[in-house]
């Protein structure tokens, strides 16, 4: 296991755990690698002293404890996600044209959930208007 401080394109910093360095760099490669604060899937490393777990008769407890960490995350994000969709509207793909409306009162103020483009995003934090970019984990159903 390896862990990487991370650097997305806005310049959040941030850690994460990879199985190796080949990982990182297939995970990166496919986009799958986004920032936790706004979503950026531009990520790269971040200058740092990597903490590499040695193999000893603890690996498998750290692996262990990672997967768990990783599993609580996943359930955490699930709840966040269920949370989402039974309390605000889901808008799809006019996230950012709602979230305006909303934002200069054109539309009664509400939770809106949806899609938007990196430029659209990058648009509306430009505008000042609030909101929280997430990956969600994808649905096994």
Known sequence: MILYQLKC??????EAWFRDAAAYDSQSAC????CPLCGDTDVSKAPMAPYVAKGSAKTGSMEEKANEVAQQIFHAAERLRRHVEENCDD?????AEEARRIHYGEADERGIYGSATDDEATDLTDEGIEFHRVRWPRRND
């Open 91 to 95: 808008v799809g793909d006019r996230f």
């Open 31 to 34: 986009g799958e690698v986004g």
């Open 9 to 14: 394109g806005v310049g959040h910093q941030f």
